[in-house]
T-cell receptor
Framework: DTEVTQTPKHLVMGMTNKKSLKCEQHMGHRAMYWYKQKAKKPPELMFVYSYEKLSINESVPSRFSPECPNSSLLNLHLHALQPEDSALYLC????????????FGDGTRLSIL | GIQVEQSPPDLILQEGANSTLRCNFSDSVNNLQWFHQNPWGQLINLFYIPSGTKQNGRLSATTVATERYSLLYISSSQTTDSGVYFCAVVYGGSQGNLIFGKGTKLSVKP
């Protein structure tokens, strides 16, 4: 689904770096999501924002910090990551959280050195 | 929590063959989606189908919510159909988080 745009597509960072992943949608959706996908595994939910408020945090370590500055944008701030955090990070959006279809971006492939 | 089971885990087809992928889920759902993840990692929406039957070209899907299963049919398969097919559900009472099955890895040989 190209209606959800994620940047960058690839990111390599050291364990002491600070970086951010960005996600943008212009479909007027009010729910946005971050998922993490390890190799050969299905995506797993990290965070849900509904009407720009954090509604679900699936016990994600504090080195991942989400931010929703407005209804179209979702950021994921990264700090002091570990090599096991290397994964594909997927952003999705939907009209609401009550069962509407979710549309995914192409993901950011993150490698931690 | 809800369990989502997909079968078969792996499938190898010759180009032109037909196939059926199955998704069983253990509780009532508000949302059921089928996705195709291509070798580049892109997760492509195939169907939003919490109940009923839909068709899109060579693909069709049926969900029987009362019996808690969904089927994805692929006809006249092509090499570009290769990848992993995921079924994902949002169960009643949740706040929208999609729960994914483990996927079916499809390889279509020329």
């Amino acid at each position: 689904d190209t209606e959800v745009t994620q940047t960058p597509k690839h990111l390599v960072m050291g364990m002491t770096n600070k970086k951010s992943l960005k996600c943008e949608q212009h479909m007027g959706h009010r729910a946005m999501y971050w998922y993490k996908q390890k190799a050969k595994k299905p995506p797993e939910l990290m965070f849900v924002y509904s009407y720009e408020k954090l509604s679900i945090n699936e016990s994600v370590p504090s080195r991942f910090s989400p931010e929703c500055p407005n209804s179209s944008l979702l950021n994921l701030h990264l700090h002091a990551l570990q090599p096991e955090d290397s994964a594909l990070y997927l952003c999705a959006s939907s009209q609401g959280v009550a069962g509407q279809p979710q549309h995914f971006g192409d993901g950011t492939r993150l490698s931690i050195l | 929590g809800i369990q989502v089971e997909q079968s078969p885990p792996d499938l190898i087809l010759q180009e032109g063959a037909n196939s059926t992928l199955r998704c069983n889920f253990s509780d009532s759902v508000n949302n059921l989606q089928w996705f195709h993840q291509n070798p580049w990692g892109q997760l492509i929406n195939l169907f939003y189908i919490p109940s009923g039957t839909k068709q899109n070209g060579r693909l069709s899907a049926t969900t029987v919510a009362t019996e808690r299963y969904s089927l994805l049919y692929i006809s006249s398969s092509q090499t570009t159909d290769s990848g992993v097919y995921f079924c994902a559900v949002v169960y009643g009472g949740s706040q929208g988080n999609l729960i994914f099955g483990k996927g079916t890895k499809l390889s279509v040989k020329p």
